[in-house]
């Protein structure tokens, strides 16, 4: 204990404590952030509440597109006229739309169908319209029929005409058939 220092009495606990910093002066928060963030948490927990709903509805209806594909087609008459560039035809094509979901009804306001024939739409005809609109119950089928016959002025190039001859021969013809719909569903919750 010869190692004294005389200078530090019982006192002594260690080094002095540094004065206390001032305090920064706080940033004031603007106004308009406040209300952007408020606004932005709004919308935030508004499109959460949106998507759980929309998963929450597609959960129980468990919606399926309806199915829709020709059933009957009876072609009568299909040939091409090259000196006064005509096409005749003579198609009758019969539609069968089914609805596969078990809580939604489809209604149908006008469905209109496109006839192609080797990239040449040649014929166009109202399958529905406003008047004979329907509702195709859930788990159902029903018919729809599209007759397409006329006359229809083209110019096929050589190619086009070298086909429409083999599918002739062939007695085969492959149709595009486009179909606009005016449709929507509905459903119900149990």
Not at 140 to 153: A, E, Q
Not at 175 to 182: I, K
């Amino acid at each position: 204990m010869a190692d004294k220092q005389p200078q530090l009495n019982s006192a002594y606990y260690g080094p002095t404590i540094p004065p206390a910093e001032a305090l920064r002066p706080r940033r004031h928060i603007n106004c308009c952030c406040c209300l952007f963030s408020i606004c932005w948490k709004i919308l935030l927990a508004l499109i959460i509440f949106l998507v759980i709903v929309f998963i929450i509805f597609y959960a129980m209806l468990q919606p399926h597109a309806f199915k829709l594909h020709v059933s009957v087609a009876t072609l009568t008459q299909f040939n091409y006229t090259s000196s006064d560039n005509t096409l005749c035809y003579n198609l009758v094509l019969n539609f069968t739309a089914r609805n596969p979901n078990k809580k939604l009804d489809f209604y149908y306001e006008s469905v209109e169908s496109h006839i192609s024939y080797n990239d040449v739409t040649f014929a166009s005809t109202e399958l529905l319209t406003l008047r004979d609109s329907f509702r195709q119950r859930r788990q159902s089928t029903n018919l729809l029929n599209g007759v397409y016959r006329g006359n229809y002025k083209t110019v096929l190039d050589q190619d086009q005409v070298k086909t429409l001859e083999e599918d002739e021969k062939k007695r085969v013809f492959h149709f595009s058939v486009r179909l606009h719909f005016v449709a929507y569903s509905s459903g119900e919750c149990e």
